[in-house]
């Protein structure tokens, strides 16, 4: 490995006052208050990587012809910084982020950010911005690291030129409600993505794939959409944003394999890594949606969860669709579902011992 490369400061001219930032962590939800600085590199074909500094939040100006505004190359990360007790900010398994922010690249014919230069940028944000890492039970900073085509040219070929940014918000819960059951929609016109796809890129078009079914799932008053697999339209993908999982009555847990339509979740590996470690069986297999509503309804599956950066481990209580609707056990969290959620979250706020050194300290 190479050093990694320099990121000079340059401070925002217009920082909030310590009140205002104060108001700011004062009132989280997810991704809607952003902090006072990021950080940023560009790419061009001759010059490489060069640029890297932290500066003042602020818009961006680009060509209306940039290319990542007609053919959409852009691709991003999520992870998050925690603040433990003695004062000090961690990130959770940084280098799965920036070696998937790699994959990711090569997928979208981006040029490959180096690993060091991933983690150098976040560490750079979160020492700038430190004071914006809230210090709140279960609050942390989240932080989206992203590059997007800016060469202003509308020929269909990859961009000469990108920019590498990364911006950081304090957030709350995903979902409004915390560590509540929520209810999912399962789309059955709609899929996220196909073989051969981009689904196990962290592209931003996939999301945007999943707008409409979502909002579907909305407007039928679920708080998530599921996708089923394009290629046979039975079994279970994951979710507008995150993984899903399933525990049997038996106590096994299933989650659906890594067929490369799936975003390889962090958070995803990071739960099967605790069940093999208290030896839990867990399988990455396939889940027909047909199979998972029996077992819902003879009770051979009691809990169902999704997962991901932003929704850390969130409960499933309902799951419906055109033709059925059904509760998961009572409806409530269940006991794998609630101890997952502890063990992962005590290790990232620094409650409990870190026995893959999964913290890397900022
Ligand atoms: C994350 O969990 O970090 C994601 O990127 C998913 C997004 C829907 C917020």
New binding site residues.
Partial sequence: TTAPAEFAIVPSSRPRTTSERAAALDRLSF?VEFTDHMARATWTVDGGWHGHRVEGFAPLELSPAASVFHYGQEI????KAYRHADGSAWAFRPEANARRFQASARRLAMPELPVEDFLASIRALVETDLEWVPATAGASL?LRPFMIATEPFLGVRPSHRYEYLVIASPVGP?FVNGFQPVSIWVAEDYHRAGPGGTGNA?FGGN?AASLLPQQTAYARGFDQVCFLDAGTGTNLEEL???NVFVVGADGVVRTPALTGTILEGV?RSSILTLLADQGTPVEECDIPLKGLLAGIRDGSVSEVFAC????VITPIGRLAGESFDVTVADGAAGPVTERLFSQLTDIQFGHAPDPHGWMQPL
């Fill in positions: 991704g991003f990360e999520g992870l989240y995903y962290k999301y507008g944003g995150m958070t991901g950066t932003a929704a």
